[in-house]
């Protein structure tokens, strides 16, 4: 399924091998993904990254997307569904990266929502996680804000490109409490969603 998310603010759109061409600079920014995995700093790693995505995709375990701030008019970076479990009604949300300019402007929090948002009603799931370096702080906070809870760190968890094996924290959030979240935290938020019969 292709899905199109939008507010006034970002847009999310499929990420594909046809526009990734498009994240090359952002991408070879240095330390952008130093948490994380994934390598992504030149252009034949970011094509295998997406390729890897995209295979995803296929299997029904990740919904991968490209992001593009309208407020200043450039591609951001990406972000996914990922680790989909449809029987359990269990999604991720990871593989988040954007560039250092777009770091501290809303632009995640517009993302978070929208993903969000669309994942509880209208992908019906009933819970949605987040995976994070224990050492990561920025983005716990983050996550922290959207009113996730820390369910628990999983010990010397995932390796990194330079050979450090962190710790993950692992938080949640509910569809209960999401809609309770989006009424008080997100008042004035909007946003649209077309599925692949409007593309």
């Known amino acids: 399924m292709d899905i199109v998310l939008e507010n006034e603010r970002v847009k999310l759109t499929p990420l594909t091998l046809k526009n990734y061409h498009l994240l ?4 070879a920014q240095k330390d952008l993904v130093q948490f994380s995995p994934s390598d992504i700093e030149t252009p034949q790693a970011l094509k295998n990254y997406v390729a890897i995505a995209l295979e995803q995709k296929e299997q029904g375990s990740g919904i991968p997307f490209i992001i593009y701030d309208k407020k200043k008019e450039e591609y951001a ?8 479990h449809r029987k359990n009604k269990v999604a991720h949300i990871g593989s988040t990266w954007i560039g250092h ?43 922290e804000k959207l009113g996730c809870t820390l369910e628990g760190i999983l010990r010397k968890d995932v390796y990194l490109l330079n050979g450090f094996k962190r710790n993950t924290c ?16 997100f008042e004035g938020y909007s946003s649209s969603f077309f599925s692949d019969s409007a593309l």
């Open 101 to 143: 300019q777009f770091h501290g402007t809303g632009l995640n929090t517009h993302m978070k929502f929208l993903m969000l948002d669309y994942a509880f009603n209208q992908l019906n799931f009933e819970k949605i996680e987040f995976r994070v370096d224990e050492r990561n702080v920025k983005s716990r906070k983050a996550v």
């Open 24 to 27: 090359l600079s952002i991408a």
């Open 170 to 185: 692992c938080y949640g959030l509910l569809k209960e409490e999401w809609q309770t979240i989006k009424k008080t935290d």
């Open 77 to 84: 970076g990406s972000t996914r569904y990922m680790n989909i």
